[in-house]
């Protein structure tokens, strides 16, 4: 069944950088080439856009300029969570939710875990209708370490 | 499966009306549309879409094709999504290093 997935990844900055980089540095980062609407149409995305504040948009600057919505923001706690209704290629109606916490760690670093969840209530269903699937877990975590803080 | 795929296979709450359907008994295109409030050939769509991300699978039965959940499919998209994250998660990871060796270079 579809279970929430859960990521977590460790970082030398602090929980505030790491947010901030998330948020207003989205298109620096986020793979614009592949995890994107316009990759679904083998084209590269010119960005991604989180606005930050509750309510805010969340969206994809497409290879050609136009603007896909893939969600919105529903929490938004600078250096501490961010939480997204989620629906890339679809409507608000079906939207999923992702939500990243962010925590300093003890001395210095950071730990970031997402958590992409809201798949599971309909797959339950039709879990239980048809019995249990075997669902190897195997989960990757994209787990860095990066040089000394600055 | 691709990106496009997986996403649109779960986004529509027919198509997951017509999974659920099939995941309380298998079934032909027809029966299926029988007991939802959409056309045959919307019905037909949505299996088509549903069985390229690999969530149901047909057979053949006599002249008619049964349809029905594919057990690994679920696991599979987890899978994909779980992938899906992880390369992103790796993409901030390596935006925070370059950041930290501008500051420390």
């Known amino acids: ?150 | 499966m691709t990106y496009q795929e997986s996403l649109t296979a779960l986004a529509d709450p027919t198509r997951r009306a017509v999974f659920e359907a099939l995941a309380a008994a298998p079934s032909p295109v027809g029966a299926l549309a029988a007991g939802l409030p959409v056309s045959r050939p919307a019905v037909s769509q949505h299996l088509k879409v549903l069985s390229d991300a690999g969530l149901v699978e047909a057979r053949a039965e006599g002249t008619r094709r049964i349809y029905a959940v594919r057990p690994a499919g679920l696991a599979e998209l987890r899978a994909w999504l779980d992938g899906y994250w992880s390369d992103v998660l790796a993409g901030l990871a390596a935006e925070i290093e370059q950041g930290k060796e501008k500051r420390n270079g």
């Not at chain 1, 069944?1 to 859960?6: A, D, G, H, I, Q």
């Not at chain 1, 010119?46 to 600057?61: D, F, K, M, N, S």
């Not at chain 1, 001395?107 to 249990?132: K, P, Y």
């Open chain 1, 1 to 150: 069944m579809v279970e929430p997935v859960v990521k977590t990844l460790e970082l030398a900055c602090d929980a505030a950088h790491a947010f901030e980089v998330f948020t207003t540095r989205t298109a620096t980062w986020w793979p614009l080439d592949s995890h994107t609407v316009s990759a679904g149409a083998d084209k590269v995305a010119r960005g991604v856009t989180i606005e930050p504040r509750l309510g805010g948009a969340v969206y994809e600057t497409t290879h050609d300029g136009a603007r896909s919505d893939w969600g919105e923001v529903l929490a938004f706690e600078p250096g501490v969570r961010l939480a997204m209704s989620w629906h890339p290629g679809s409507d608000p109606g079906t939207a999923t939710r992702v939500e990243v916490v962010f925590t300093d760690l003890p001395g210095a670093g950071a730990r970031v875990v997402l958590t992409h969840s809201g798949w599971e209530v309909w797959a339950e269903q039709a879990a239980e209708l048809r019995g249990n699937y075997e669902v190897g877990w195997g989960a990757v975590f994209a787990d860095r370490y990066a040089g000394a803080c600055a």
